[in-house]
């Protein structure tokens, strides 16, 4: 029987409510998970149309690894809702999990993708050098 204005008959439950609870809970954080994926893919994009700018992948590579090793000398606690506005990730103290839902690729994928290894070498020869 039909109840009242609802559209809804009185002896229907309205489904499961623990399968509306665990859309409310995971709805959200599916949600961020594919919105950091698509930053990050768009990040390797970005990278390899500024590559191709630059005329050699070598140039960005080079630039990505020196900002890598800046970053980590200088750490940056961040709120992380400003992540996508910076060039390298800012310091996360859960690494591992904060990578799901990094803005940003790591460092080492993205120079893997412009140059086919993960570092150009430079930084390390600086480095070894007593230039940084």
Same mark, same amino acid.
């Given at each position: 029987?039909?109840?009242?204005?609802?559209?809804?008959?009185?002896?229907?439950?309205?489904?499961?409510?623990?399968?509306?609870? =665990?859309?409310?809970? *995971?709805?959200?954080?599916? #949600?961020?998970?594919?919105?950091?994926?698509?930053?990050?893919?768009?990040? !390797? @994009?970005?990278?390899?149309?500024?590559?191709?700018?630059?005329?050699?992948?070598?140039? =960005?590579?080079?630039? *990505?690894?020196?900002?890598? #090793?800046?970053?980590?000398?200088?750490?940056?606690?961040?709120?992380?809702? !400003? @992540?996508?506005?910076?060039?390298?990730?800012?310091?996360?103290?859960?690494?591992?999990?904060?990578?799901?839902?990094?803005?940003?690729?790591?460092?080492?994928?993205?120079?893997?993708?412009?140059?086919?290894?993960?570092?150009?070498?430079?930084?390390?020869?600086?480095?070894?050098?007593?230039?940084?």
């Amino acid at each position: 029987m039909w109840g009242g204005m609802g559209g809804r008959r009185d002896d229907d439950e309205g489904g499961n409510p623990l399968a509306g609870l =665990l859309v409310l809970i *995971l709805g959200p954080i599916a #949600a961020a998970l594919i919105q950091a994926a698509i930053s990050r893919s768009r990040e !390797f @994009n970005a990278d390899t149309e500024g590559a191709a700018l630059a005329g050699d992948p070598m140039y =960005l590579a080079s630039a *990505l690894e020196k900002l890598e #090793a800046y970053s980590k000398r200088i750490p940056m606690e961040t709120n992380p809702a !400003f @992540n996508s506005m910076f060039i390298v990730e800012p310091l996360n103290i859960m690494k591992s999990m904060a990578n799901l839902f990094a803005t940003h690729p790591p460092m080492e994928k993205r120079i893997f993708n412009l140059i086919g290894r993960e570092s150009t070498g430079s930084v390390h020869r600086a480095a070894a050098a007593g230039r940084w």
